[in-house]
């Protein structure tokens, strides 16, 4: 082999005394045998691999008396979509053990991560050109490009937190400890066993409200404002401005001044932020002179302003940068971590005294919902309404345009309701973990009796994975609706990916350097450059399918049909008889209702339920109507520069 400066002959040792040819091959074949094992014929017809003793139709199958979804499930893809949802709830009930945090997050988000990919898989399989209706954004060839970046992205991550779980160093260290699966049968049969393990760890803290600031007014000392993300605020995060208190500030700004937005921080990944009088801008829908629905319009340059996005200190003027730079700015926020961070990114903005409107809102690109407002002191409008909008090229007159929109008072409604939608205030559960909408005093109780970790004593990380943990097993439980077997896909992806973004913020809150045994891709700033990646992609991925299930011509298609919880009704078609020996008690404090008929959890080693059949979670607890909601007005593709703003090269 060529080794340093010497070639051994073939079968012979070299200076180094190895690898020999026959060592070469060894390592060859052994990657065969590990990572390309022969499929079988279930996994060959979802386009999964080691998922076919997870089958419901398997004779032996792990998850016996346990279904994931409702409805029609008869189909060959509902029947692999239970399969790969019943690997994933029993890969992530493991024990906890090593020193470090990460271990434990790893350890659950790899099998995880494993599920989206394998779903991703089936989807892509299944999948016809008429599952879709067609137009930008909206057809098949979208849908792969969204299922290739879920499947290479979460793959790569994959493999990074398998080498951490195997690098010596860790071990040495004490972090890793072992990985132990919380299950002690195989089929999943039998009676849990509830002996070990608190039934109560949150209730207490839910009904409390947080205290987090937001939108709170602020007046820079200065023109220099550093931009950076606030993780935890909200489902999407916020802005924060050094200098100005809390999350979203409203920033009052002097007319005739030069403001500087730096984005610089290596939190604004993935955030660039843009300018509008109408908040969320290109996320929101307006109506040009002719009646045409199209993007709310941005400042650029216009709309008396001044605005330059700059990377590397050079804004690009040009026609192809849009003529102020944003077309070049945006598309870079898309690029990896490493290869942004490379540069540097920043925004000027000047609002003349003869702007017409004197409030403004900054926003986020890429993600809807990230909206806040800026004031302007000492100008002189010429309306205090924005009544029309400079919509297309033609400006009217201060009355209502012939469309009677929009007015101040409706950019006003936008923009309450951007923040009643997407800013809500945090309970105290949430504000400890780091989470949002994790629970509610409505709801708090629900999952009393239910574990996902096997822990004897669950410190406050335990806690907050058991509790986002419960709530993704009972949103995924969807029933099959809709003509398109992408409705399907997306409303269980979207709580699953919500799950992965709440991981991730769980573990950002509680994490020190300490999880870590230091050095290149094992410190803490790689762990938060991971944690960076799997948020703001899978928020994105989020917005995306949720615009598909909210398009007027996907529902007017039949292709979308209605979003019902398997807990909320019980199908007719889907009433499965449950095994006898799996009727745990119910916690007093929870409140019964009309849980699916199939529930099966059993063979649990420590009092660790586990929580491991969607629809199920144990004795019959349901939560009351527990729905992610995704406010998206009109959510907007982002800007890609060619061939290298792409989500699949999105490793941290």
């Not at 040819?21 to 014929?41: M, R």
């Not at 016809?128 to 969204?146: F, I, K, Q, R």
């Not at 590397?312 to 945006?330: K, M, P, R, W």
């Not at 990114?345 to 809807?368: D, G, N, R, W």
Request: with cysteine; charged share 15%.
């Amino acid at each position: 082999m060529f080794i340093g400066n010497g070639r051994g002959a073939a079968g012979a040792y070299n200076e180094f005394g190895q690898p020999t040819q026959a060592d070469a091959i060894a390592v060859y074949t052994n990657i065969v045998n590990t990572d390309q094992p022969p499929l079988s014929a279930f996994d060959e017809s979802c386009g999964t691999s080691a998922a076919s003793t997870y089958s419901p139709t398997e004779a032996n199958a792990k998850c016996q008396g346990m279904h994931f979804l409702c409805g029609d499930t008869s189909t060959d893809y509902a029947k692999c979509l239970q399969s790969v949802d019943c690997k994933m709830h029993h890969d992530m009930a493991v024990a906890k053990s090593g020193m470090s945090e990460f271990a434990t997050f790893a350890r659950q988000m790899i099998p995880h991560h494993q599920n989206a990919v394998a779903m991703a898989k089936v989807q892509s399989k299944h999948q016809t050109a008429a599952d879709y209706a067609g137009g930008e954004d909206n057809d098949m060839e979208w849908a792969s490009n969204l299922l290739q970046s879920m499947i290479n992205v979460q793959n790569a991550q994959i493999q990074s937190m398998s080498a951490w779980l195997e690098n010596p160093d860790n071990i040495a260290a004490g972090l890793v400890g072992n990985t132990t699966n919380c299950y002690t049968s195989d089929p999943i049969t039998g009676t849990p066993n509830t002996a070990r393990g608190p039934t109560t760890v949150w209730g207490s803290l839910a009904p409390a409200m947080g205290k987090a600031l937001t939108n709170v007014d602020c007046t820079p000392s200065g023109t220099n404002l550093t931009l950076k993300w606030d993780a935890f605020s909200s489902e999407w995060g916020g802005y924060t401005v050094d200098g100005c208190i809390g999350v979203n500030p409203t920033l009052k700004l002097n007319a005739g001044t030069t403001y500087t937005f730096d984005q610089s921080d290596p939190s604004n990944w993935y955030h660039p932020v843009g300018f509008a009088y109408i908040a969320g801008g290109a996320h929101e829908t307006c109506y040009n002179m002719a009646g045409a629905e199209g993007e709310c319009p941005e400042l650029g340059g216009d709309f008396g302003s001044k605005i330059l996005y700059y990377i590397d200190n050079v804004a690009n003027t040009s026609e192809a940068g849009g003529g102020f730079g944003l077309d070049f700015y945006e598309p870079d926020f898309f690029n990896s971590q490493d290869w942004w961070g490379g540069r540097t990114y920043k925004v000027t903005l000047e609002v003349q005294a003869s702007a017409p409107h004197t409030t403004m809102y900054y926003f986020c690109h890429i993600h809807s919902g990230m909206s806040a407002k800026i004031e302007i002191q000492n100008a002189a409008p010429d309306s205090p309404e924005i009544n029309p909008m400079f919509i297309g090229s033609s400006r009217g007159s201060n009355s209502n345009n012939e469309f009677g929109q929009p007015t101040q008072a409706l950019a006003v409604d936008v923009y309450t309701n951007i923040v009643a939608q997407n800013q809500p205030a945090l309970n105290i559960f949430d504000e400890t973990c780091g989470t949002s909408s994790t629970f509610t005093p409505a709801d708090y109780a629900s999952c009393q009796n239910s574990h996902f970790l096997c822990d004897a004593s669950p410190s406050t990380f335990d806690t907050c994975l058991q509790a986002i943990d419960c709530k993704m097993h009972r949103d995924m439980a969807v029933e099959i609706s809709g003509d398109s077997k992408f409705a399907t896909f997306a409303r269980q992806m979207i709580p699953h990916h919500a799950n992965a973004v709440n991981m991730a913020k769980i573990l950002s809150k509680t994490q020190t350097a300490a999880d870590y045994a230091g050095g290149e891709n094992n410190d803490l700033a790689w762990a938060n450059g991971l944690i960076r990646s799997i948020i703001n992609v899978q928020n994105a991925q989020i917005q995306s399918m949720s615009a598909w299930l909210e398009n007027p011509v996907n529902i007017a298609a039949g292709l979308v049909g209605n979003t019902i919880n398997c807990y909320d009704t019980a199908s007719p078609t889907a009433s499965p008889t449950a095994s006898p020996t799996a009727s745990p008690t119910a916690s007093p404090t929870a409140s019964p209702g009309p849980a699916p008929t199939s529930c099966s959890s059993s063979g649990l080693e420590g009092g660790a339920v586990a929580g491991v059949a969607i629809g199920c979670l144990i004795g019959g607890i349901i939560l009351g109507a527990v729905v992610i909601k995704v406010f998206m007005s009109k959510p907007q593709p982002a800007r890609k520069a060619d061939g290298k703003a792409d989500e699949a090269n999105n490793q941290p």
